[in-house]
């Protein structure tokens, strides 16, 4: 629907800009001094910051982030068939919404993150289309518990785990990575040896 008023919105900038065009002297008179500020500048704007919404609100989606050659692997790992592997079982399980798998764990990514986590975004756009990709991929810098416990912390599965008892006070300061025990994460690099989930609809 929003897509839908995006381009009602240039459409109609695109015939006023047209009929000013083609009848200037409209801007000789008040009215069409107005209509020129509204086509020129007040629709732009506003059909720019809908378009660059609705853009931002899409590239929370799995589909999104999956739509680039060199996270195929990635995407693929979420239906390894083993429950030891956290995205797999995260996504399998309904632990995460399917729809938002990626962005769900990685709140802090490209242009959901600061300023820099902008930055990095805007150079992957860059480098995806005017660059060569990559081989191997690698976070930027070591993840962090937080985007763990802002689901895990105070869920019972969590707070009644003897090691997460014990290590409580570590991994909530992030002394200590959820990654420490919790070894099996996006296998790329064997991603074709490995059996998969056959769920529904798939």
């Known amino acids: 629907m929003a897509n839908y008023a995006v381009v ?112 990095r975004g805007l150079r992957h756009l860059y480098v995806y289309y005017l660059a060569t990709p990559p081989a191997k991929l690698a976070l930027y810098e070591p993840f962090k518990n937080r985007e763990c416990l802002h689901c895990h912390d105070g869920a019972r599965s969590y707070e009644e785990t003897t090691p997460h008892k014990e290590m409580k006070e570590q991994l909530s300061s992030n002394d200590m990575s959820c990654l420490t025990c919790h070894v099996k994460i996006h296998d790329v690099a064997n991603i074709e040896k490995m059996k998969k989930w056959k769920g529904p609809g798939l």
Do not use: W
Not at 32 to 61: C, D, M, Q, R, Y
Not at 62 to 81: E, N, P, R, W
């Open 8 to 119: 009602t919105l240039i459409a109609l900038s695109v015939l006023l800009v047209a009929l000013l065009l083609r009848r200037p002297s409209l801007t000789a008179i008040q009215g069409g001094k107005i209509l020129a500020f509204v086509a020129f500048f007040v629709l732009p704007v506003i059909a720019t910051a809908l378009g660059a919404s609705i853009h931002l609100e899409n590239s929370t989606s799995t589909q999104f982030c999956l739509s680039c050659h060199v996270m195929q692997k990635h995407g693929a790992s979420l239906y390894i068939d083993d429950p030891t592997y956290v995205p797999a079982a995260h996504f399998q399980n309904n632990r995460i919404p399917k729809d938002h798998a990626c962005y769900t764990c990685h709140t802090d990514y490209t242009m959901f993150g600061d300023v820099n986590a902008k930055m």
